[in-house]
């Protein structure tokens, strides 16, 4: 077992340490309603991964040969969660702040998954990092969607229509 597995493994639960610490944070600001939803929703995501990254860096560290088919792959689709329609109108600015933010964490630890399953030499590692971008790229082109949503109704609250 090479360090460097290791060291990817540590920075990518620390990622997503992170990203479950800002999408809990914002929901907690953000009182009620489909966007605190959608960030607990993200929340919980992320420490499903944070669960499953631990799990392979304990086994890595043990000296065991960790197998994809022991790590927990299983995606459960969104319950509806990322739909445009029940958002309705912008609520405040910091809706339009935090759905910008998570965009750029999402896409920043997609990345990072890209290039750790390009380094990494352990399949299990390589599958996993993998997985975890592709689950990353979902959440980021469904934040993109709400975000192009929200700042259509900032624009229009604001007066700027161009109708």
């Given at each position: 077992?090479?360090?460097?597995?290791?060291e990817?493994?540590k920075?990518?639960?620390?990622?997503?340490v992170?990203?479950?610490?800002?999408?809990?944070?914002?929901?907690?600001?953000?009182?009620?309603?489909?966007?605190?939803t959608?960030?607990?929703?993200?929340?919980?995501?992320?420490?499903?991964?944070?669960e499953?990254?631990?799990?392979?860096?304990?086994?890595?560290?043990?000296?065991?040969?960790?197998?994809?088919e022991d790590?927990?792959?299983d995606?459960?689709?969104?319950?509806?969660?990322?739909d445009?329609?029940?958002?309705?109108?912008?609520?405040?600015?910091l809706?339009i702040?935090?759905?910008?933010?998570?965009?750029s964490?999402?896409k920043?630890?997609?990345?990072?998954?890209?290039q750790?399953?390009?380094?990494?030499?352990?399949?299990?590692?390589?599958?996993?990092c993998?997985?975890?971008?592709?689950?990353?790229?979902?959440h980021?082109?469904?934040?993109?969607?709400?975000?192009?949503?929200l700042?259509?109704?900032w624009?229009?609250?604001?007066g700027f229509?161009?109708?």
């Amino acid at each position: 077992m090479a360090i460097k597995e290791l060291e990817l493994l540590k920075v990518a639960i620390l990622n997503e340490v992170e990203g479950e610490t800002f999408y809990r944070l914002a929901a907690e600001h953000l009182g009620q309603g489909e966007i605190r939803t959608l960030l607990l929703y993200l929340a919980d995501e992320e420490a499903k991964h944070q669960e499953t990254l631990r799990k392979l860096y304990k086994d890595l560290a043990a000296g065991k040969e960790a197998l994809s088919e022991d790590l927990k792959l299983d995606h459960t689709p969104s319950t509806g969660i990322f739909d445009l329609m029940k958002l309705g109108k912008v609520k405040s600015n910091l809706e339009i702040s935090v759905v910008s933010t998570g965009i750029s964490m999402e896409k920043a630890s997609m990345d990072y998954y890209n290039q750790a399953a390009e380094q990494s030499e352990q399949k299990a590692v390589k599958d996993l990092c993998q997985y975890l971008s592709r689950w990353e790229r979902e959440h980021m082109e469904k934040l993109e969607k709400i975000y192009d949503y929200l700042k259509t109704e900032w624009f229009e609250a604001q007066g700027f229509s161009t109708s």
